[in-house]
T-cell receptor
Framework: DAGVIQSPRHEVTEMGQEVTLRCKPISGHDYLFWYRQTMMRGLELLIYFNNNVPIDDSGMPEDRFSAKMPNASFSTLKIQPSEPRDSAVYFC?????????????FGPGTRLTVL | DQQVKQNSPSLSVQEGRISILNCDYTNSMFDYFLWYKKYPAEGPTFLISISSIKDKNEDGRFTVFLNKSAKHLSLHIVPSQPGDSAVYFCAAAARRNTDKLIFGTGTRLQVFP
């Protein structure tokens, strides 16, 4: 398996623009997680899905952020409008089943820069 | 509010010596703890875990110790190798309540020759 795939790897945009990050989880994995990494806060969980259903979005910073998982092999994280403070590395991860009996497999991340 | 804290942002160790990375947590509901390693431009990868029913778990050069009364865990790497140079994240979960991991801010380990 190719692992978790994320695109784009790098994104530079201007404040106010819409940004869409994409993720393809490992085939057969039931859980998908979106994280944001910053120097100050480390790895923060934004939202996670189980069987394509959002379970916990309490980490989503504000209404400018939204995430979808239309099918088992694809998820998007959208920021609209983007702001400079959204600049960070965004990771997608997937796991086979309930955490504790498996671990999360991370993608390579998308480095977002908002000017 | 950081429920998982890694108070040392960086650590430098000589090759062959022991590396000790520390992690503290505040939530007494956490019952499962993990360490992830991250190289530049890559996603974190799982390294080792420990359940709260144990106080030690060993995997080759890596050992994790858990002190529940102090709400503290540590990762020992013996002997340290230059390839161990990476950022190490501590993570915790309350498996009975949720499927999500709470990560710390990470510690950057540099192993020099």
């Amino acid at each position: 398996d190719a692992g978790v795939i994320q695109s784009p790897r790098h994104e530079v945009t201007e404040m106010g623009q819409e940004v869409t990050l994409r993720c393809k989880p490992i085939s057969g994995h039931d859980y998908l997680f979106w994280y944001r990494q910053t120097m100050m806060r480390g790895l923060e969980l934004l939202i996670y899905f189980n069987n394509n259903v959002p379970i916990d979005d309490s980490g989503m910073p504000e209404d400018r952020f939204s995430a979808k998982m239309p099918n088992a092999s694809f998820s998007t994280l959208k920021i609209q409008p983007s702001e400079p403070r959204d600049s960070a590395v965004y990771f997608c991860a997937s796991s086979l089943n309930k955490m504790g009996t498996d671990t999360q497999y991370f993608g390579p991340g998308t480095r977002l820069t908002v000017l | 509010d950081q429920q998982v804290k890694q108070n040392s942002p960086s650590l430098s160790v000589q090759e062959g010596r022991i590396s000790i990375l520390n992690c503290d947590y505040t939530n007494s509901m956490f019952d499962y703890f993990l360490w992830y390693k991250k190289y530049p431009a890559e996603g974190p990868t799982f390294l080792i875990s420990i359940s709260s029913i144990k106080d030690k778990n060993e995997d080759g050069r890596f050992t994790v110790f858990l002190n529940k009364s102090a709400k503290h865990l540590s990762l020992h790497i013996v002997p340290s190798q230059p390839g161990d140079s990476a950022v190490y994240f501590c993570a915790a979960a309350a498996r009975r309540n949720t499927d999500k991991l709470i990560f710390g801010t990470g510690t950057r380990l540099q192993v020099f020759p």
